[in-house]
């Protein structure tokens, strides 16, 4: 199986309107979401997915880099590739090897496809067969928005609740009472200090 073709494709969601958020010391206005598709296609027909950060840069260096690197290759260890990789183009330029390990998500889904096997038997094997979830959701909101959306997500049978509340201090403290009180001490609760 010889890699055939690998694409990265910017993907952009431009918002109807722009949304304006407040934090700790000030306003996020967010016009669009970004991010990029990796795909790479093999000769026997086989089509392996990653996901990448949206940016032009990024998509200029895996299309005029890591993509001709790639092309022709067999792919029988992704992990030979890479460390090829590292020691050819990528040798002297951190940014062309991140590059590379954006696509190289896409290379490991493939490869698992040939063998019929999910992603986690060939990246070191399962651990464990079950995993508890958490929502994860809590951006740019007022301390009540909070923990009406932490009950919310309890509600639905998550065991846990993640946010990012950069309101600072003494407003996150607040925050995360009130969730404690919403939620009760059954669920778990982190808290992305930024």
Excluded at 18 to 40: C, H, N, Q, S
Excluded at 101 to 128: N, T, Y
């Amino acid at each position: 199986m010889h890699i055939r073709r690998v694409q990265a494709f910017l993907l952009s969601y431009p918002f109807p309107e722009p949304l304006r958020l407040p934090f700790y010391g000030g306003e996020r206005t967010i016009l669009k979401r970004d991010a990029m598709l990796i795909r790479v296609e093999t000769s026997n027909g086989l089509v392996g997915y990653g996901p990448g950060p949206g940016s032009e840069r990024v998509q200029h260096a895996i299309q005029s880099v890591v993509a001709p690197f790639l092309e022709g290759l067999a792919l029988a260890d992704p992990d030979a590739l890479r460390v090829k990789f590292e020691t050819g183009p990528g040798a002297k330029d951190i940014e062309l090897v991140k590059a590379y390990c954006i696509v190289d998500v896409a290379l490991w889904d493939v490869f698992a496809k040939k063998h019929g096997v999910p992603l986690s038997e060939v990246v070191g094997g399962r651990m464990r067969d079950r995993i508890r979830l958490y929502g994860s959701a809590g951006m740019y909101q007022g301390p009540e928005k909070y923990a009406e959306e932490a009950a919310a997500i309890a509600g639905l049978g998550f065991r846990g609740y993640k946010m990012r509340p950069a309101l600072g201090p003494d407003e996150d403290i607040r925050t995360v009472e009130l969730i404690r009180e919403a939620v009760g001490p059954a669920v778990d609760l982190m808290i992305d200090a930024h």
